[in-house]
């Protein structure tokens, strides 16, 4: 594990703060993993040296997206489910009658408001939900102690979500 300073000292022409995320939730911890290098690729573009970046946060007192924002994005799914509820009346789409949507796996929550994000230099970004900042941390301490890290082990292993 590098942290973000550790990072852009070593891969000045990559630094991390150029990533162009933006997130509203309070950083707990920030930097990047190692992967194995056979398995670095599946992050569509590893940042250079086979890292991802990582970013643990606390969404607890975030306006975003537990507030008014969020109200207007769950406005919008709500309204989405409705269409695609009548698509699939009108019969465009076959749905199993017991499967149940999971549209807001990938936000945090009021049960699990810390969010550990990794993603690589591309379209591919994963994430997991945590209900208190210990279990995050603690998960990440595995993760670093293990490194280099497998790709499909950490993302499958540890139930990750794909969040880009």
Not at 12 to 20: C, K, R, S
Not at 63 to 71: A, D, E, H, I, V
Not at 73 to 99: C, F
């Amino acid at each position: 594990m590098l942290t973000v300073s550790e990072y852009n000292l070593r891969y000045p022409h990559y630094p991390l703060w150029e990533m162009g995320l933006g997130f509203d939730g309070r950083i707990l911890s920030e930097g990047a993993l190692l992967f194995k290098e056979e398995e670095a690729e599946h992050w569509a573009g590893p940042l250079p040296g086979n890292y991802a970046y990582f970013i643990v946060q606390d969404y607890t007192n975030a306006s975003y997206p537990l507030g008014k924002k969020r109200q207007k994005y769950l406005d919008v799914i709500a309204q989405a489910i409705e269409e695609t509820k009548s698509r699939v009346a009108r019969g465009y789409y076959h749905h199993h009658p017991n499967e149940s949507p999971h549209w807001y796996r990938d936000q945090p929550s009021y049960e699990n408001p810390i969010r550990l994000y990794l993603a690589g230099t591309d379209d591919t970004s994963y994430s997991k939900f945590y209900p208190n900042d210990a279990a995050a941390l603690g998960e990440l301490d595995l993760f670093i102690a293990a490194e280099p890290l497998g790709f499909y082990e950490l993302i499958d292993g540890f139930d990750f979500i794909f969040t880009n």
